[in-house]
């Protein structure tokens, strides 16, 4: 109970944003934004209300936001105080379903508790401070669509606005992530042969032939990296047939591989293997390698971000935020107010150790 009042006052002393809209403070400002449903291609109602927010920023400060057509209905949101060398980034999408905030003494709960609105709320009020101080040379920059496609930040790839350094924000509990899994996203398809299953002679199951090539994907040797560690994969669906008493003339799998290299090699060894069954891919991110910086401690992240669709348009990437990933995409989804206002205070510390 101490810890959390301390946590809180120090959370109160933060500098109010404008108060015509973010009269509140950082625990106030995450679930406002966790209560407004943004499952992915839905981020439309999040991207005008982070768009207001910032809006508010720009004009208190002397800055510009803008809003970025991604597609009709969708875009990402830009603001910037002077020419930015350091850019604020991350994702306003969802994974679904959608359930609103609460709170207790140590953590607030809801979808995008940690992934991301916390850390949305994290990085406006550390650029609140910072513009308080007078740093300048900063933006901030929130992109549609990550947990599908990365939409938002291939979009913003082909837009860059000359920022040397991209502070991405993912859930690491607020350590430095100085490497990252890719993914590679399969369809696997089988065709058969319709027929009564009394007689199984006279058709050919698609769901035998799926089967029997799903168990030679979970057989391969994937590679492994010194600093990523192993591969792994998963299936993560499979459908097909008509009825128990059929035959099945169709079947399918979604296949998903944490990569810890550019995918290449994973995804010729896969296509070795599956003959009687078509390869589709979806999607394919590769691992990246990121840098660390003085007085941050370090961890390695399994899971994938925007920052191999960013490369290096935005500039350099660096990945850090609060809240864990174990608990992002679940129905326990939440993340700890300590690690909130700390964060707060870390994402000042890395934009003033790379503004110099």
Request: hydrophobic content about 40%; glycine content about 8%.
């Amino acid at each position: 109970m101490e810890r959390y009042r301390e946590v809180r006052e120090r959370c109160c002393r933060v500098p109010l944003l404008h108060p015509s809209i973010l009269h509140m403070n950082v625990f106030e400002l995450t679930r406002a934004l966790v209560d407004v449903e943004s499952v992915t291609p839905n981020e439309g109602r999040m991207g005008n209300v982070l768009f207001e927010h910032v809006s508010e920023l720009a004009s208190k400060y002397g800055g510009h936001a803008e809003r970025i057509e991604v597609e009709p209905q969708r875009f990402n949101v830009f603001a910037h105080w002077g020419n930015p060398v350091v850019t604020l980034s991350t994702h306003m999408d969802t994974v679904p379903p959608f359930f609103p905030s609460r709170e207790d003494e140590t953590h607030i709960w809801g979808r995008g508790a940690c992934d991301t609105k916390g850390i949305i709320a994290s990085m406006i009020f550390a650029v609140q401070e910072l513009l308080e101080e007078g740093t300048r040379d900063i933006g901030l920059l929130f992109v549609v669509g990550e947990e599908r496609n990365s939409a938002g930040a291939a979009a913003a790839s082909r837009n860059p606005r000359g920022s040397k350094f991209l502070i991405n924000g993912e859930p690491t509990e607020n350590k430095l992530a100085i490497g990252s899994k890719g993914a590679l996203r399969l369809e696997l398809t089988a065709t058969g042969r319709m027929a009564h299953s009394a007689y199984p002679e006279l058709g050919e199951s698609a769901i035998e032939k799926l089967l029997d090539a799903l168990n030679e994907v979970r057989r391969l040797p994937l590679p492994v990296d010194k600093i990523l560690g192993a591969s792994t994969i998963n299936i993560g669906t499979i459908s097909g047939g008509r009825a128990p008493n059929v035959i099945a003339d169709h079947a399918q799998a979604e296949v998903f591989v944490r990569l810890v290299d550019d995918g290449a090699a994973t995804r010729r060894a896969i296509q070795q293997v599956v003959n009687e069954v078509e390869i589709s891919e979806v999607l394919l991110v590769p691992a990246v390698h990121l840098g660390s910086l003085p007085g941050f401690k370090t961890t390695v992240v399994a899971f994938t971000t925007d920052i191999p669709v960013f490369g290096n348009s935005w500039g350099q990437p660096y990945l850090l935020g609060p809240g864990s990933i174990h608990v992002a995409h679940t129905s326990e989804e939440r993340i700890p107010k300590s690690e909130l206002v700390e964060s707060i205070q870390i994402y000042k510390r890395m934009v003033k150790q790379l503004t110099k």
